[in-house]
């Protein structure tokens, strides 16, 4: 089995950590580490992870001192001691096997880059169609346009050094411009339909259902037509979520 550097960005997370890290400790496939990359929370993300250290021997805790999505996902990259990546936001949820059938797929296809659906059977009822359509663009859009869901996405340090990595300069749809690049000079493709991740609705429900599926459909559309935004044409900062209840 390849190792893997998993990677978990968070920011104000100590409502959530806790349940990815213990997914990760019930993870069938073990020969990963995992990386925790803070961007200085005022919470107690950084001890509820660290407690974590006796059940994840292979994890770190890194306070890097600044915030940023990109940023955090490049110093992660920095720090892994292995070339399988595998990025995850603070509210992913994962089965058991989850990373044991998306290593198999992987190295079966001989992917570089892996985007992952995300699990429509789990989702909120009212979120089902919206989830489903999704993912359906997913399908379609990486054959000649990649797009991917950063929350939780597979690569490479060689890949994420040729391409020189996230663009930090880019605040929504940095994931979708990373996979667009890697493709270039990568094989990229979306894993399987029966591996997928659960996903926080907490976005949905603060932004908008309708909302957030306009925002990233306009979006998109801009950077099909226009390219990638650089200059923060539609602000959506990192963080600026409300705690929800779940």
Do not use: W
């Not at 859009?141 to 020189?164: D, E, R």
Request: proline content about 4%; hydrophobic content about 40%.
């Amino acid at each position: 089995m390849k190792p893997v550097s998993i990677v978990i960005i968070t920011l104000n997370e100590q409502k959530r950590i806790s349940r990815l890290l213990s997914d990760l400790v019930v993870q069938n496939y073990r020969n990963f580490e995992v990386i925790v990359v803070d961007s200085a929370s005022d919470d107690l993300t950084v001890k509820i992870a660290k407690t974590y250290e006796p059940h994840l021997p292979s994890l770190r805790v890194h306070n890097m001192g600044a915030r940023g999505v990109s940023l955090g996902r490049n110093t992660g990259v920095k720090l892994a001691q292995h070339d399988r990546v595998l990025f995850l936001d603070a509210d992913t949820r994962l089965e058991p096997n989850f990373l044991a059938q998306a290593m198999k797929d992987i190295n079966q296809r001989q992917l570089d880059v892996a985007g992952v659906y995300r699990n429509v059977q789990k989702a909120p009822l009212k979120f089902k169609a919206g989830y489903g359509v999704f993912n359906a663009g997913l399908f379609l859009s990486q054959f000649f346009f990649p797009t991917a869901v950063g929350a939780c996405l597979f690569s490479t340090k060689t890949v994420h050094q040729k391409i020189g990595g996230f663009d930090e300069e880019i605040e929504l749809c940095e994931d979708c411009d990373y996979v667009k690049r890697a493709a270039k000079t990568s094989r990229y493709r979306m894993l399987s339909h029966y591996i997928a991740f659960e996903f926080d609705p907490r976005r949905l429900v603060q932004d908008g259902y309708l909302s957030t599926g306009a925002l990233y459909l306009r979006a998109n559309v801009r950077r099909l037509i226009l390219g990638e935004m650089h200059n923060q044409e539609i602000p959506y900062p990192f963080g600026h979520y409300r705690e929800q209840s779940r």
